[in-house]
């Protein structure tokens, strides 16, 4: 039972931050070469699925993370394996609230705020666009920091 806790909670992990950060490398800058409305089109369809990927990879870290993780050392700091544990919680939890941040408040504001076709986008739609792209940015950050964590375990 171990091994496939062990297995569900590395490719949660891998899918999350690898599908991240083929969103910063590879789709972002794709989207930056083809026309702004089929660009922002794209990057919606890819967002949208995206989100629902990363959120059920979060749910399954966080489950599985339970899982692994015994009582006494959610946020212990008595040996430098418990102090590694406690950051990369910490990192976790903050990503999570980014994660909260983005799906509840930015990307309703960019739909409440979307230029209808053949309008430009408003002030406020391009600085919701800016914020995703901060915080999108600091999320996959925040992922690399649980990652560096986690390799500290072994």
């Known amino acids: 039972m171990d091994t ?3 297995l569900v909670h590395l490719l949660a992990m891998a899918v999350w931050l690898g599908g991240a950060i083929t969103m910063k490398l590879v789709f972002e800058p794709a989207a930056k070469m083809i026309d702004p409305r089929e660009g922002g ?3 919606g369809l890819v967002a949208s699925r995206f989100s629902v990927v990363a959120w059920t990879c979060v749910g399954l870290l966080l489950v599985t993370g339970i899982m692994k993780t015994p009582t006494e050392m959610y946020f212990a700091a008595s040996s430098d394996v418990e102090i590694a544990l406690t950051v990369k ?3 976790f939890l903050v990503m999570i609230g980014v994660g909260l941040v983005i799906t509840l408040v930015i990307v309703p504001r960019m739909r409440q705020n979307a230029p209808a ?5 408003s002030a406020t739609f391009l600085t919701a666009q ?3 792209g901060h915080l999108s940015m600091i999320n996959t950050l925040l992922g690399l920091g649980v990652l560096l964590c986690a390799s500290l375990l072994w």
Not at 117 to 121: F, I
């Open 89 to 91: 919680h910490i990192l």
């Open 130 to 132: 800016k914020r995703i």
């Open 117 to 121: 076709p053949g309008e430009p986008p």
């Open 41 to 43: 089109k794209f990057m």
């Open 4 to 6: 496939v806790v062990n």
